[in-house]
């Protein structure tokens, strides 16, 4: 008899090894980078393996037993009708043996006949051929009938004697009807047999228990299919929570991250617009003492001419010459000082 295993277990069966495998190649992954998982496989679950090896060995466990005792009394019943068959056999045996002795008392009684020289057709034959017949009434009712000339003759008979070959005939006549009942008995046992094996089949084709066996293996390993998968299921529900939470910490921390990088960014707007507004304050201020510049030494250059022509004039008699001219000096000294501070005061405040 062949067990089938069922298919749906196979799938899960075949998901342990598949997981395992799936889970190092991903561990290794992990090693390489360090990125989020767009799918989840069942051995980055961290599910306990042993209880569903388990509870797969329990429902493993439960259809072998069921199919096996639908198995054993399936073989019980096969085993009864082989020893019946055998019974049978012996029986069948039994009475061929019995025939073939009933057959060789026949032809003793064949060769008595040529030995006493008796006719078929004579007075002596016909008796001994009616008392067998008596005999044989007396064992089958039902299929052996006596007319009334049989009945009449045969109670003439009584009251003669038996001839010698009669006698014998007679004995081996008994002698063979031993063996005659024996055969009836055989067939009657052999048709109980017979009636007992139909019977068995007829009440295997209504049951079915093997088949039976199977539908109930098959239901006890498809529910523990499913209860494994809904482990998987929670298992992965809890999984994918656990990185759902990582990943919104991590999207808070960049969130936080980048708000401070913008503040960051806004502060060095903030500190460029002040410089640049410092840069055209100086520009301006540059500009008024360029102008200062301009007006002063413009002055120091109508001055300068002025002075000039007060030498060249002699300055109607205003001191010596020389005294003079270090008086210009001085005052162009003074007019120089007043430019460098002047372009002085514009360098430091580009600065």
Known sequence: MQIRANANDNQVISVSNAVRERASQREGGKARKNTHKTSIFAGDLGMQNDMITQRKQRAQKKALKIIGDAWNGDRKVDQSIIDIKDKLSMLQDEKRENLNIIAEGDEQKEALRQQYGIKEDSQ??????????????????????????????????????????????????????????????????????????????????????????????????????????????????????????????????????????????????????????????????????????????????????????MIDAGMGGIGTTSDVQSDIKNMLHKMKLLEEDLKGSMVDDQL
Request: hydrophobic share 30%; aromatic share 4%.
């Open 124 to 309: 002596e034959q016909k008796d001994l051929e009616l008392l067998e017949k008596k005999a044989d009434a007396y064992r089958n009712p039902m299929d052996v009938h006596l007319t009334e000339e049989e009945q009449e003759r045969l109670a003439e008979l009584e009251d003669q004697p038996r001839t010698e070959y009669q006698q014998r005939c007679l004995n081996i006549d008994d002698y063979q009807r031993t063996y005659e009942i024996r055969n009836d008995q055989i067939d009657a046992q052999i048709q109980g047999y017979n009636a007992t094996v139909r019977a068995i089949k007829i009440e295997r084709l209504k049951y079915h228990e093997m088949v039976d066996a199977q539908k109930d293996a098959d239901e006890v390993m498809q529910a523990a299919n499913k209860e494994i998968w809904g482990m998987l299921i929670d298992e992965g529900k809890e999984h994918v929570d656990e990185e759902l939470e990582e990943e919104i910490e991590e999207a808070k921390e960049k969130a936080e991250e980048k708000a401070e990088e913008e503040e960051k960014v806004e502060e060095r707007k903030e500190d460029q617009a002040e410089l640049e507004e410092r840069i055209d304050e100086a520009h301006e201020k540059n500009e008024e003492l360029e102008e200062l510049r301009k007006d002063a030494e413009e002055r120091s250059r109508e001055d300068a001419d002025l002075l000039g022509e």
